[in-house]
């Protein structure tokens, strides 16, 4: 068998299927140099995603903590809303171009683990319905205590999704 | 058991009052088993002819839309007529058959005459939805009809026959429900239309199935296709309209595939909120500032998700106080295999996914569900939900456990604190299948309970008389453009918000309907207008239709 295959390659050699010496083939440097800008730029344009709807909540969150040091209960409650869904309805509207376009900000994996929600960036999944819980907690809160109860649960899911860089 | 109880009542009807008394009784024993009763009298009153929706494959999402109706008093003799608006038959990529909409006039016995010939309302649009409403404020009700192509504005002439208007506000597109209401206080009525899906007739004519579904080819969507913006039009009098959406803060922010609407008082601050049900996307709950003015806050009102955070396939909408507590919950159907949601209204347009609490969660899990009401149908005072289903892949019937593609409506009877499926015990009108799609709700039959007309894809209505047992009372208050309607009577309270809107792409019987329980009078009725001013009666008696007048 070895012999048939070293005649059968002697044989493509001699005719001049092969040429003796290969030049080396590669991509072009300089093709590389710039596929390599581009994904400096696409990587880059993840974490400004990430940096952007991080800021978002993050007013969310302020907006939040606000409200409750006037004593603004329902308010306060609107705002922890609106953390634990990464902004309004206008929010999920991109959310959705981006998902229809393709575009997964956490790798599909992570989602179908149930991490995130399809789309989120910031808020896990399981941080979300703490978040919702924490709302639902400072909107039924009748006094001051209360309401600094469920601010405690919130901050407790909130800073560090904040933190996290 | 039931045939036990049929042959009981055969004999006490064959042998009279007098006769066989015991019988009789053992009948009225038997009857008052029943939670409800419904029976089909579609064919028997005259309603025979289907409903188009495309072809019987289903290759296009627009097959699955199913089309609406109207049960209003559109001929002006204070008794409920049947608008059944009507699609398209396809066969391959060619249309064999425009479907016209077809008018019924109610006889008030609960039959029909079918007066479509004439009325100037029977179009061969392909049909999507309906609603009514007087928007040209001459005392009569108007139609306007969501079509996929151009919406139409049927003006009602005053004699229950129609002329198209002029200049027809809506969608030259997939529209699916609309809501005609007075947004901005101004006593006449608005209009905003959903827009669903962004396509043309050739992409329907020529769809092939391009979904894997269970291992099969099925139709695309609504995801991979576009979701078209819904629309709000100002009335400026006279029933001509101008465009406004942006203006009035309704922009479509997500374009999301948005099906149905409905409109209410949901904080009680005498203006009209909007709540619309999307598909595969968060709903939207629009705040009015008391000036025609919304602002979106569906995700933080709790109304726009479930009780996980999770986003779902809103399709029918319903309203009522379901724990009686005065505030309007509402109630949205959503896809195969996700239970229907019961939002509660904890006030200041707070609401809390109650789902699982009322016993909802397990027995509206499976269905694909569409229309839907809150009604008191037995009369015990307490709100029952009924819901029309059928799947939109007609692959479904070879998938075991997925409901099959026609698939009987389901029944809740509303306790205190729960509802309770009934579905398999309330009469023959519950064991039809087939695709159900949009309902209207009101007393066809002038005997002081509601009944139900529910379209069906491909097939004629279903109508369904309501004979379940008197479990009390009842009031129709007919009020025009009131918020809402309080009743006191054996020391409880009932409160009915006015609604425009709801079921999927229909529209139901306006006034405000309440089953009272065992009492014999209404101690004292209070109806709500918008600008606050309270009409109050007092001593009040029952299983009437009360007229108020501001």
Redesign the interface.
């Given at each position: 068998m070895k012999l048939q295959l070293l005649a059968a390659a002697a044989l493509v050699a001699g005719l001049g299927l092969v040429p003796a010496a290969l030049p080396p083939q590669t991509t072009p440097p300089t093709m590389a140099a710039t596929y390599s800008a581009l994904a400096d730029t696409i990587l880059a344009l993840k974490k400004t995603e990430a940096n952007f709807v991080r800021s978002v909540v993050a007013g969310h969150f302020h907006g939040a903590q606000s409200y409750v040091k006037a004593g603004d209960g329902a308010k306060a409650a609107a705002e922890m809303a609106l953390f634990a869904n990464e902004g309004d309805n206008a929010m999920a509207g991109v959310r959705k171009r981006l998902l229809e376009g393709g575009h997964h900000h956490h790798h599909a994996d992570d989602t179908a683990q149930g991490e995130y929600d399809a789309g989120f960036v910031i808020v896990t999944r399981k941080a979300k319905e703490a978040a919702m819980a924490a709302s639902a907690a400072m909107r039924d809160a009748k006094d001051d205590a209360a309401r600094q109860a469920a601010w405690k649960q919130f901050s407790a899911v909130a800073e560090p999704l904040l933190a996290a860089k | 058991m039931r045939r036990i109880a049929a042959l009981l009542l055969a004999l006490a009807a064959c042998g009279g009052d007098g006769e066989q008394p015991d019988v009789a009784r053992q009948a009225a024993a038997a009857s008052s088993e029943r939670p409800l009763w419904f029976v089909d009298i579609a064919a028997e009153a005259g309603l025979s002819e289907p409903t188009w929706c495309g072809r019987p494959e289903k290759p296009h999402l627009l097959e699955s839309n199913g089309t609406g109706l109207a049960l209003r008093d559109l001929t002006g003799d204070g008794v409920l007529d049947l608008y059944l608006v009507n699609g398209w038959r396809l066969e391959g990529s060619t249309v064999v058959e425009r479907g016209r909409n077809r008018l019924y006039r109610g006889r008030g016995d609960g039959s029909f005459e079918d007066v479509s010939a004439g009325s100037g309302a029977d179009d061969d649009g392909w049909g999507c939805g309906v609603e009514a409403g007087d928007v040209d404020g001459d005392g009569d009700e108007d139609l306007f009809v969501t079509n996929f192509g151009p919406d139409l504005l049927l003006l009602n002439r005053g004699d229950g026959t129609f002329e198209r208007a002029p200049q027809s506000p809506g969608i030259d597109g997939w529209s699916a429900g609309s809501v005609l209401f007075d947004a901005d206080g101004d006593r006449d009525l608005d209009l905003f239309v959903s827009g669903y899906i962004d396509c043309t007739l050739d992409e329907v004519l020529n769809a092939k199935p391009e979904l894997v579904w269970r291992d099969m080819q099925v139709m695309l969507g609504p995801?991979?296709l576009d979701?078209l913006a819904n629309r709000y039009f100002e009335n400026e009098g006279g029933g001509r309209f101008r465009e406004a959406t942006d203006e009035a803060g309704l922009t479509d922010?997500?374009?999301?595939f948005s099906f149905n609407a409905i409109a209410l008082d949901l904080d009680d601050d005498l203006d009209i909120d909007l709540y619309v049900a999307n598909d595969s996307?968060?709903n939207?709950l629009y705040r009015n500032d008391g000036r025609g003015h919304f602002e979106?806050?569906?995700?933080?009102s709790?109304a726009?998700?479930d009780q996980?955070?999770?986003?779902q396939a809103g399709m029918g909408l319903a309203s009522g106080d379901v724990d009686r507590d005065g505030r309007p919950d509402l109630l949205v159907t959503n896809f195969a295999n996700d239970s229907a949601t019961l939002y509660i209204n904890?006030g200041?347009l707070?609401f809390?996914d109650s789902t699982r609490r009322w016993g909802l969660k397990e027995p509206t899990f499976l269905p694909l569900k569409w229309g839907t009401t809150l009604s008191d149908f037995d009369l015990d005072g307490w709100l029952d939900i009924y819901i029309a289903n059928g799947h939109i892949y007609p692959q479904a019937d070879q998938v075991e456990g997925s409901g099959g593609f026609r698939q009987k409506n389901l029944l809740l009877r509303g306790q205190e604190g729960r509802f309770v499926d009934v579905s398999a015990q309330a009469g023959p009108g519950l064991a039809v299948l087939g695709v159900s799609h949009a309902l209207g709700v009101g007393d066809i039959d002038s005997d002081g309970d509601l009944d139900l007309a529910v379209s069906n894809i491909d097939q004629p209505p279903t109508l369904l008389r309501n004979d379940s047992p008197r479990r009390g009372a009842w009031l129709l208050v007919d009020a025009p453009t009131a918020l809402r309607a309080e009743v006191r009577a054996g020391g409880q309270r009932w409160v009915e918000h006015a609604y425009a809107g709801g079921g999927f792409q229909s529209a139901s019987d306006p006034r405000l309907h309440f089953g009272l329980g065992p009492v014999s009078k209404v101690d004292e009725l209070v109806v709500v207008w918008p600008d606050g001013e309270r009409t109050v009666l007092t001593d009040v008696a029952v299983d009437r239709v009360v007229p108020v007048r501001r």
């Open positions: - | 995801f991979g979701g922010v997500g374009l999301f996307n968060p939207y979106e806050v569906g995700l933080w709790g726009a998700l996980g955070g999770q986003a904890r200041e707070s809390v």
